[in-house]
């Protein structure tokens, strides 16, 4: 049983490797609060038409996904050899009741995803979180190994997500936010209106206290 993992690739990886497979697939259930871990913030700033919406903060599982972390972090904060970074990117899909869509640092429309460093794609690093609850953030790929730029956030738990899309965080500030995204009037999944990533940034935890 492939446990929702669809994809180019995942049949492949799965005759490969089936325990492998399997291990990655069957995530447990993630304690966010489980030893005190201090982990770093981002934030994205959201404004459309001009009007400030508000501030989305996620934090970062960097002890769980320690390079997924990071290439968030350098496309947050644009500190990348090809100067990358999701401000000034858009939401450009928008699944009611399922995830909201975005990164693309190139085209900004979703047709394209390259990660912070030289090769477009990183690979998978683990799935151990399971896409269980509305506000979690996610690498979007196309299939194994296809981490670039683009994200979702979800808007509910999004089961067929686990072992195809790696979790890297969750919301933990600006649902009022998120809540007025789900509730754009979109046409074929697009957001009528542009709706931006006016500005962004990391907080580490030295700088939380």
Same mark, same amino acid.
């Given at each position: 049983?492939?446990?929702?993992?669809?994809?180019?690739?995942?049949?492949?990886?799965?005759?490969?490797?089936?325990?492998?497979?399997?291990?990655?697939?069957?995530?447990?259930?993630?304690?966010?609060?489980?030893?005190?871990?201090?982990?770093?913030?981002?934030?994205?700033?959201?404004?459309?038409?001009?009007?400030?919406?508000?501030?989305?903060?996620?934090?970062?599982?960097?002890?769980?996904?320690?390079?997924?972390?990071?290439?968030?972090?350098?496309?947050?904060? @644009?500190?990348?050899?090809?100067?990358?970074?999701?401000?000034?990117?858009?939401? #450009?899909?928008?699944?009611? @009741?399922?995830?909201?869509?975005?990164?693309?640092?190139? #085209?900004?429309? @979703?047709?394209?995803?390259?990660?912070?460093?030289?090769?477009?794609?990183?690979?998978?690093?683990?799935?151990?979180?399971? #896409?269980?609850?509305?506000? +979690?953030?996610?690498?979007?790929?196309?299939?194994?190994?296809?981490?670039?730029?683009?994200? %979702?956030?979800?808007?509910?738990?999004? %089961? %067929?997500?686990?072992?195809?899309?790696?979790?890297?965080?969750?919301?933990?500030?600006?649902?009022?936010? +998120?809540?007025?995204?789900?509730?754009?009037?979109? %046409?074929?999944?697009?957001?009528?209106?542009?709706?931006?990533?006016?500005?962004? @940034?990391?907080?580490?935890?030295?700088?939380?206290?």
């Amino acid at each position: 049983m492939l446990r929702g993992a669809k994809g180019f690739g995942w049949l492949d990886t799965y005759r490969k490797s089936p325990e492998e497979f399997q291990r990655f697939t069957i995530p447990t259930p993630f304690d966010w609060s489980k030893d005190n871990v201090q982990r770093p913030k981002a934030f994205f700033e959201v404004s459309s038409g001009g009007e400030n919406w508000g501030r989305l903060v996620f934090e970062l599982a960097h002890d769980v996904v320690p390079k997924t972390v990071e290439n968030f972090k350098r496309l947050t904060t @644009g500190d990348n050899a090809n100067k990358l970074t999701y401000r000034n990117t858009k939401f #450009h899909k928008i699944r009611k @009741g399922e995830a909201v869509m975005g990164g693309d640092v190139e #085209h900004k429309n @979703g047709d394209l995803s390259h990660s912070s460093y030289e090769t477009r794609f990183i690979q998978d690093e683990n799935f151990i979180i399971p #896409h269980s609850s509305r506000g +979690l953030i996610s690498m979007a790929s196309v299939g194994v190994n296809t981490n670039g730029s683009q994200f %979702y956030i979800s808007l509910s738990p999004t %089961y %067929y997500m686990n072992g195809r899309c790696t979790v890297f965080g969750r919301l933990v500030e600006g649902e009022d936010v +998120l809540s007025r995204l789900e509730k754009v009037y979109t %046409y074929r999944l697009v957001p009528s209106n542009d709706i931006v990533i006016s500005d962004c @940034g990391v907080i580490e935890p030295a700088a939380q206290k």
